[in-house]
């Protein structure tokens, strides 16, 4: 006698014939419905309280991996596997390349089961507290005011279709059904041929093939657009319910990421769901954050251990979306590198001498505010200066990613040489170095260009933000190199004054016109801490030396008008609140601007004291000596070490210590 067999659930609910095929039955095969079979499908509940014998509902059958042979990943040419390819005989070549990398696991091999359980836990808890329709509804609304994740993009809109269609179960271990079939999907490879489309590619992750990578980048989409949207009544209208949102959704997208890294199949979509949890915790945990830190360190190991720091033309049988989208996360995980590491002095770790430098087409992937692909690709790297755009070029992800990248690569040339400043070619160099920035930007289309005011910018609230930012780029490569031309940070030059006014200038801007723009790459918190504090000091450093031939070519009104409103949104918490991750930096850092404009209100009607009194320039010369040495270092010390200026100390008693 046949055994009787169970129906999956979205048959079981539409009350159709189900063919039993495992692991998707032929009815939801064909019509894209979520194909989920219950773990005791015939087990009967019993009313009564159960017995301390009984046992509860089996757990899915994860075992932990107990594969001796991981995956290696990418090896390189000193590799052993480099040696024996060439006596490797042709029927022995792996087909490798058509997968990225990846082979299916046995079932036997999958997963972590502690991870798996705890993630299944803190998706039941998600769920069962906020209703998963509004998530997705806050982030098709989030989407259409023109925001999105920036390396994700293609993905996001299909993320939220396909899960706010996966969770229709209600048995009892609904959670933990699901995440058998996450565990499964996620443990297959990936497929791509040449004449494979983004479509075609992004059904092997969606809707009943639904991964962990799946979840972990809607999920990271739903954190991001809390951040953006601070009103969203089917979700939150309170701070309160609105940080729980975002620290439960950032949980489910560590865990998700966890574990598909913990099942040792390297993929695209998993080095995509990488990159943006690791943005997410810049938001979440701040930039200064060891956590963020480390977080940008995984996902460069990921992708050294892809090899896309090696030349991806010379990979066959790649289709070209997937190339652009390999570049994409080359440039903005190259870019985010630089970034971060300027941002906290501490070192790079993706040196271009060991990368083959490649930047992403002009073009943007087809998304809500982009056009389809299209154009040549350019490549930029150590023997190829070719940095060419699009005439038609707009504004975009892909643009961002590809702009981005280029300034950092100028970046880490002023890095190098700052390692060699005693050289005696260091001004020839810098020299060169802003040649090659003044001709990116020239290069740069005039559409992409910001040619005056901000506000007198006309254009979407997208596209104005990323100007500001191309520009804001531009002029930190220039900030830069005249900061490592400098002898000591208390004689800033004029070059570098009128640099940083024009910073700050735009940084003011940015915030006071913060409701009129949608995030194209980087966040104003990112602008505020990144470009508009390290201008605001060097400002301040002229301003405090008093000496006529490095003030008078300032426009001393609108430099104090800038720093007047620079401090006043920070003081009243309009764009950071007591509890936000860079309150301390931002907080400290206007607390010191703040006594300054004080002190210069206070002594407007009084004749300036001269520089070169005795007593002046004694104490002048000891806050000298505490002030950082590291030309880099705008954070808490630089800011603590300013406010010990004898100009201020008088206005004020200096900042407590922390």
């Keep these: 006698m046949a055994s009787r067999l169970a129906a999956c659930e979205a048959c079981r609910k539409a009350k159709l014939a189900c063919d039993h095929q495992q692991p998707v039955c032929s009815r939801c095969r064909n019509g894209k419905f979520v194909c989920i079979y219950r773990t005791t499908p015939f087990k009967r509940k019993r009313i009564e309280k159960p017995s301390n014998l009984s046992s509860p509902d089996p757990s899915p059958s994860f075992t932990p991996r107990r594969n001796p042979y991981p995956n ?3 090896l390189g040419s000193s590799s052993h596997a480099a040696i024996f390819k060439h006596i490797t005989t042709d029927g022995d070549q792996s087909a490798g390349a058509q997968t990225g990398g990846s082979e299916a696991l046995s079932p036997q091999w999958v997963g972590d089961n502690h991870l798996v359980l705890q993630g299944a836990d803190v998706l039941r808890h998600l769920l069962t507290t906020y209703p998963l329709s509004a998530m997705k509804e806050l982030v098709m609304f989030w989407l259409a005011k023109g925001a999105n994740l920036a390396l994700a993009e293609p993905f996001v809109a299909q993320c939220a279709e396909s899960v706010s269609q996966l969770f229709a179960v209600n048995d009892e271990n609904w ?6 079939r996450l565990l499964h999907n996620s443990a297959q490879p990936l497929q791509f041929h040449q004449s494979m489309n983004l479509s075609e590619f992004s059904m092997q992750f969606m809707d009943h093939n639904c991964r962990w990578e799946t979840i972990g980048i809607f999920f990271a989409a739903v954190s991001r657009a809390t951040i953006d949207i601070s009103f969203f009544p089917l979700l939150y209208t309170v701070a309160e319910d609105q940080y729980n949102l975002r620290r439960l959704t950032t949980k489910l997208s560590d865990f998700a990421l966890e574990i598909s890294l913990s099942l040792d199949c390297l993929n695209d979509l998993q080095l995509i769901a990488q990159y943006e949890n690791f943005i997410v915790h810049s938001y979440v945990d701040g930039d200064q954050s060891y956590h963020s830190w480390r977080k940008l360190g995984d996902v460069i190991s990921s992708t050294f251990a892809m090899g896309y720091h090696e030349n991806l033309e010379a990979k066959p ?20 590198d630089k970034n971060i590491a300027i941002f906290l002095g501490r070192p790079p770790r993706m040196n271009k001498r060991f990368c083959h430098f490649q930047i992403p087409s002009c073009q943007m992937a087809p998304s809500s505010h982009s056009h389809t692909t299209t154009g040549t690709t350019a490549s930029y790297n150590r023997n190829n200066n070719d940095h060419s755009w699009d005439l038609d070029s707009k504004p975009g992800y892909r643009a961002d990613s590809r702009w981005s990248a280029l300034c950092a690569f100028l970046k880490e040339e002023i890095w190098e040489l700052l390692q060699d400043k005693q050289d005696a070619a260091c001004l020839q160099r810098a020299s060169a170095i802003q040649h090659k920035a003044e001709e990116q930007w020239l290069a740069l289309p005039a559409n992409l260009r910001l040619g005056g005011s901000l506000k007198h910018c006309t254009r979407t609230p997208f596209d104005r933000d990323f100007l500001a930012h191309a520009r804001l780029q531009h002029l930190h490569v220039l900030f830069l190199l005249r900061l490592l031309l400098l002898n000591t940070m208390t004689e800033p030059d004029i070059p570098i004054i009128e640099t940083a006014g024009q910073m700050l200038a735009l940084v003011v801007e940015c915030i006071l016109l913060r409701d009129q723009l949608t995030n194209s790459g980087t966040g104003l918190i990112w602008k505020v801490a990144y470009y508009g504090l390290p201008a605001a000091g060097i400002i301040l450093l002229a301003l405090l030396k008093q000496h006529t031939h490095t003030t008078q070519n300032i426009a001393r009104t609108k430099i104090l008008q800038d720093l007047s409103v620079f401090v006043a949104e920070v003081q009243i918490g309009t764009i950071v609140r007591p509890g936000d991750p860079n309150y301390a930096l931002l907080s400290k850092a206007t607390q010191t601007i703040q006594r300054f404009l004080d002190s210069f209100h206070s002594d407007s009607g009084q004749a300036p004291t001269d520089p070169g009194s ?14 950082s040495q590291d030309l880099w270092d705008f954070e808490a010390g630089f800011w603590q070490s300013l406010a010990d200026h004898p100009a201020l100390l008088a206005v004020d008693p200096p900042l407590p210590r922390v």
């Excluded at 997937?322 to 903005?332: G, I, T, V």
């Excluded at 005795?614 to 002030?627: I, R, T, V, Y």
């Design 175 to 180: 959670h933990l059904m699901y995440a058998r």
């Design 614 to 627: 005795h007593e002046e320039g004694a104490g002048n010369d000891d806050w000298a000596a505490l002030l």
């Design 72 to 74: 290696p990943g990418y």
């Design 317 to 336: 049988g790649i289709p070209r979306f997937l190339m652009e989208l390999r570049k994409s996360a080359f440039a903005r995980i190259y870019s985010a």
